[in-house]
């Protein structure tokens, strides 16, 4: 008799145990490893191209010069990135021949805007470079100023 109580026990506990695997594995949705496709490889490129358009604009807000010398400074800006994307992709040997490279590209495409901007504006750019632009204080400061600007109008 006690056996049987075993045997009853254990089965049914077995079968519970099973019952619920098995509905674990039908609320799992199945995970591929797809490509991405053409039209998601646009996309994200697109996205990245605007994400990075914004960014330059927020940080151009940050400058002194006039248009002119803003238009310019973006230009720069935008090719600067467009080289450095350029280098990360290249394949070398070691990363200190990556580094070097990269290092090389900061002191040097510059170059030519030292003698359009002020010290100030330079030295901006030198810490944008570096990646010490804080973008979200930026954006938050234009933000305050258009609270001030509508509250002063009302």
């Known amino acids: 008799m006690k056996k049987?109580?075993?045997?009853?026990?254990?089965?049914?506990?077995?079968?519970?145990?099973?019952a619920q695997r098995r509905q674990t594995n039908m609320n799992r949705i199945?995970?591929?490893?797809?490509?991405?496709?053409?039209?998601?490889?646009?996309?994200?490129?697109?996205?990245?191209?605007?994400?990075?358009?914004e960014y330059v604009d927020n940080f151009l807000t940050t400058l002194e010069g006039d248009e002119f010398q803003k238009h310019i400074i973006k230009q720069n800006i935008m090719s600067f990135f467009d080289e450095k994307i350029a280098v990360?992709?290249?394949?070398?040997?070691?990363?200190?021949?990556?580094?070097?490279?990269?290092?090389h590209l900061e002191d040097t495409h510059f170059?030519?805007?030292?003698?359009?901007?002020?010290?100030?504006?330079?030295?901006?750019?030198?810490?944008?470079?570096?990646?010490?632009?804080d973008e979200k204080e930026v954006v938050k400061k234009r933000k305050e100023k258009r609270k001030n600007k509508k509250r002063n109008k009302d």
């Open 30 to 53: 199945p995970q591929t490893n797809s490509e991405p496709t053409e039209e998601e490889i646009l996309k994200r490129e697109r996205e990245m191209e605007e994400r990075k358009e």
């Open 111 to 133: 170059n030519d805007l030292k003698e359009l901007i002020s010290e100030d504006d330079m030295s901006k750019i030198d810490d944008m470079i570096k990646g010490k632009f």
């Open 4 to 18: 049987i109580i075993l045997i009853v026990f254990a089965l049914f506990l077995g079968l519970n145990i099973h």
């Open 88 to 103: 990360l992709e290249t394949r070398f040997e070691h990363q200190l021949e990556r580094q070097q490279a990269i290092k």
